[in-house]
């Protein structure tokens, strides 16, 4: 911005910021840890502060007179000096309508003085470089090639780097060791995992493997780091140099040496299976690699996925298309006692189970899965429940037990973590993603449930989103003839997104049959709009970011095509969405009204920043 070093005021001075549909309108950075070294600014010391790296032009920040590289010393009346970047996009998400700020301006020339990120000469190394945050990069060395030098013909060995899935480089071990010393003077302070050993002689083809393997887990494990992975020496050694031939390369002594790994998975029934796979496979082919290896049949297959455990087993993520099982496996492999891949039923539809009874396979791995969300409540049963379910367990009864666990609430849904929302001031909420609808249930901020829930059933859903810029799942839901979104704060904001979508898309498979609400119609509430709530007076806005240089393509918003649900109860006239406070009443139903299809609204578009930013 050329304007962003005129008429500069040099003094801590107050800018409120109004929220309107675009949000607040700017994006902040800067270090991820609390405290720091002084630094001196405008003459007096203080301590590090999240900067304005971005402020979107004609936005509300920018007309309150934010400004860009303003240094954020109070929010709110709320001393931001030495705290960290997840406290301060905390304390300006807790500001519903208004926000104040007091900053001090600083020119980009001072700004780049201040950070490392601003502005910095490519000739000058960083003096203080944060090490704390981490990265999944999907490099892998799936192979080698032999090849010849061109003046004495002496054969050697380079090792081929692929970034997911695609040759990037091949580089010698001597280069990896020259990386390696290079990379030691510039980050002294950083203990550097070790190479594989040296040898004297020509290795073996198993040696050369067993090189391959652990130059591709030191590469993983130093490149973890964004700022190592994002350094110019790096970059330089990832790119494709001129003297490096490809794996294709006609001028090769031998063909390429594709290789493969052992990966462990585990079953609904605890029955661990090693499958053997290429390190760069992604998930669609080793989710056909593991339904065959536990023999699972072709229709049984459409209902189960891979998932990552995380959360000490609590809480499952499905792992994406795209995504590379190994390396999830590698990674966790230290935390998990045998492995951190799981083949998991994925599937919203109770009808849809009921029609695989006569297929043993899945009716085991269905038993055995619904046997562990009782055990691990995942879906909670009455003690008169849980009796009759370990009577039925005794007798090994699966399609009767199977048919008492659905009828409880949430069976076949997905629920997450506890998070913040934008429809409550204070507290969380736990989200339940299931066949009738998307569920949001109160509870505080350590997440103890406050025994109040509501349902948007998904013929109130218009679109869904994620908004990578604010790590937000975002969605529009019709009401009374009025539209209004709401954000959902988690790190599972993409899954959350698959949930949703895949739930949707169900509701439109021809031979389901209705099904009843499996939300208990006691915590299911639905309040009169006449009661002003927080939902109402806080429900966010079309998510919207600041388009800057640091911008990369957004994802594109996802309109889903509603279906009406046959079996749920319409809102009435007089309703509205809520999600309501611990201490609010439900209201008894009203007798169902026939509602008519909300028509699709296209979403709006948003641009995504840079992901160490965060638009506000």
Not at 299 to 319: D, G, H, N, T, W
Not at 538 to 546: I, K
Not at 578 to 593: D, G, I, L, N, Q
Request: charged residues 30%.
């Amino acid at each position: 911005m050329s304007s962003a070093d005129d008429e500069i005021d040099e003094s801590p001075h107050e800018v409120i910021v109004r929220k309107n549909h675009l949000g607040f309108g700017f994006n902040v950075r800067g270090q991820v840890n609390e405290g720091g070294t002084l630094k001196p600014i405008k003459g007096q010391l203080y301590a590090p502060m999240q900067y304005v790296s971005a402020v979107l032009e004609n936005g509300p920040a920018k007309e309150g007179g934010l400004r860009l590289y303003d240094r954020i010393l109070e929010i709110n009346g709320e001393s931001a000096e030495g705290l960290k970047h997840g406290t301060v996009v905390d304390l300006i998400r807790r500001s519903t309508n208004e926000l104040r700020l007091t900053v001090i301006s600083v020119s980009q020339e001072e700004a780049a003085h201040l950070d490392s990120s601003v502005a910095q000469p490519s000739s000058q190394a960083p003096a203080e470089r944060d090490l704390s945050e981490k990265r999944a990069l999907p490099l892998s060395i799936p192979d080698t090639k032999e090849n010849a030098d061109d003046s004495t013909g002496e054969p050697y060995t380079v090792y081929n780097i692929y970034l997911s899935g695609r040759h990037i480089c091949s580089r010698r071990f001597s280069e990896f060791d020259t990386l390696l010393s290079k990379l030691k003077e510039r980050f002294a302070d950083f203990s550097f995992p070790r190479l594989p050993m040296k040898w004297p002689w020509k290795l073996n083809a198993q040696a050369t493997d067993q090189r391959r393997r652990g130059l591709e887990e030191w590469l993983d494990q130093v490149c973890a780091f964004r700022a190592i992975g994002e350094d110019e020496l790096m970059l330089e050694f990832l790119k494709q140099g001129a003297s490096q031939r490809s794996p294709s390369s006609s001028s090769s002594k031998s063909p390429t040496r594709r290789t493969t790994v052992e990966l462990r998975a585990i079953l609904p029934d605890n029955r661990a299976i090693a499958i053997d796979v290429e390190p760069s496979a992604t998930e669609a082919t080793v989710f056909e690699m593991a339904c065959a290896k536990a023999k699972l049949s072709k229709e049984a297959c459409q209902y189960f996925a891979l998932f990552e455990v995380i959360e000490e087993s609590v809480f499952y993520r499905k792992i994406r298309r795209n995504e590379f099982p190994h390396r999830i496996y590698v990674s966790n492999h230290p935390t998990q006692t045998s492995s951190a891949v799981f083949l998991r039923r994925w599937l919203f539809t109770p009808s849809k189970e009921v029609s695989m009874t006569k297929d043993d396979v899945a009716l085991n791995f269905f038993y055995r899965q619904a046997k562990e969300d009782i055990q691990k409540k995942r879906v909670v049963a009455t003690s008169s429940e849980t009796r009759q379910l370990t009577q039925l367990a005794e007798t090994e009864d699966k399609v009767t037990y199977l048919n008492t666990v659905r009828k409880l609430p949430h069976y076949g849904g997905v629920s997450f973590p506890h998070c913040p929302c934008d429809a409550r001031k204070t507290g969380h909420i736990i989200v339940t993603v299931q066949r009738d609808g998307f569920v949001v249930a109160a509870c505080g901020e350590d997440g103890t449930p406050q025994g109040q829930e509501t349902v948007f059933e998904w013929s109130m859903i218009v679109t869904a989103e994620t908004d990578i810029e604010e790590d937000a799942f975002v969605f529009k839901y019709s009401r009374n003839n009025k539209e209004k979104w709401m954000r959902v704060y988690t790190k599972y904001y993409e899954y959350m997104l698959d949930c949703v979508d895949k739930a949707m898309k169900e509701q439109e498979w021809d031979d389901v049959e209705p099904v009843q609400a499996a939300v208990s119609p006691k915590k299911k509430t639905k309040e009169p709009a006449a009661a002003a709530t927080e939902a109402e007076a806080a429900a966010a806005p079309a998510p919207t970011a600041a388009a800057t240089a640091e911008t990369k393509p957004a994802m594109a918003a996802k309109p889903k095509k509603k279906k009406p649900a046959a079996a749920a109860a319409p809102a009435t006239a007089d309703d509205d969405v809520e999600v309501p406070e611990a201490e609010s009443k439900p209201k008894p139903k009203k007798k169902p009204k026939a509602k008519p299809k909300p028509a699709e609204v296209a979403p709006e578009p948003s641009a995504a920043p840079d992901p160490d930013d965060d638009g506000l």
